[in-house]
């Protein structure tokens, strides 16, 4: 049985992309086929996690899939090297990038695209990648793709900053989710001061959406010297970070 876990924000600035690569990476080395796409086609970015700093290394992609130029599996990159020793013998773990290149991103912004076929390549790859989780990194705020990610959705995973601007665009997604009868929300707070008791915040959180915190993540001078070269979960298994990411990917596998 497959599951879709999206990750969202309502603002972007939340770390969501970084957050999604981490928890796909951590529950790929518990020894699950998973698979993340890039749907931020209007601001890719996730593949600089994976190690294509250019993107361009990374063709076809989603937007030649849109275009119909190629199958949606023919854009699943095996990029299980990334876990390195952090794998079991089942661990794969692909990715379906967006295009960097200024032209492609134009023609979508300028063109859109069919956002049923997103829907259709998102059954395709659950079966043509025996996947046991496929994680959808979203655009910000909501819109059409945001909609239908959240709609097809088993678990969302909603990213938002102890920041009142944060919390009120986060209200408006999970009313819609809730209409939508997503059948799992978590909540991951991130880039929270230090200073901060973070168990109150978490309950404070919980408290105003009446949804479970799956983990409260800390600013971290790490991270931010990491600066997106590479996967942090992987790259520091021993640090107090990893292991909240590690405690909210499982809340995302059971």
């Known amino acids: ?17 970084n957050s999604t690569a981490n928890l796909a990476a951590v529950v790929a080395s518990y020894g699950y086929r998973v698979a993340v796409v890039d749907t931020d086609i209007q601001s890719p970015g996730i593949h600089v996690l994976f190690g294509y700093g250019d993107g361009q290394q990374l063709e076809p992609c989603l937007n030649q899939y849109l275009w119909g ?18 794998k079991r013998e ?18 979508v912004l ?31 705020g909501l819109n059409e793709e945001t909609l239908l990610s959240i709609t097809i959705s088993d678990i969302l995973v909603l990213i938002l900053r102890p920041d009142r601007q944060d919390y009120q665009g986060t209200a408006v997604t999970v009313d819609v989710a809730r209409k939508l009868e997503v059948p799992k929300m978590l909540m991951v707070v991130n880039k929270a001061p230090i200073s901060f008791d973070f168990s109150t915040l978490q309950e404070e ?25 590479g996967i942090f979960a992987l790259k520091y298994p021993d640090n107090s970070l990893t292991q909240t990411i590690d405690n909210i990917a499982r809340s995302i596998t059971t």
């Not at 130029?69 to 952090?86: E, P, Y």
């Not at 959180?205 to 070269?229: K, N, W």
């Open 1 to 17: 049985m497959s599951t879709i876990v999206s990750i969202h924000s309502y603002r972007g600035g939340t770390g969501k992309s």
């Open 69 to 86: 130029k190629c199958s949606i599996s023919d854009a699943a990159h095996d990029v299980t090297h990334v876990l390195g020793s952090n």
């Open 90 to 107: 089942k661990s794969k773990i692909f990715l379906i990038p967006s295009s960097v290149k200024a032209s492609e991103i134009a023609r």
């Open 110 to 140: 300028r063109e859109g695209y069919d956002v049923g076929l997103l829907n259709d390549g998102f059954d395709m790859l659950l079966e043509d990648l025996e996947l046991d989780y496929l994680f959808i990194d979203t655009h910000p």
């Open 205 to 229: 959180v919980e408290q105003t959406y009446d949804v479970p915190v799956a983990g409260v993540l800390p600013h971290s001078e790490e991270m931010m010297i990491l600066a997106s070269e």
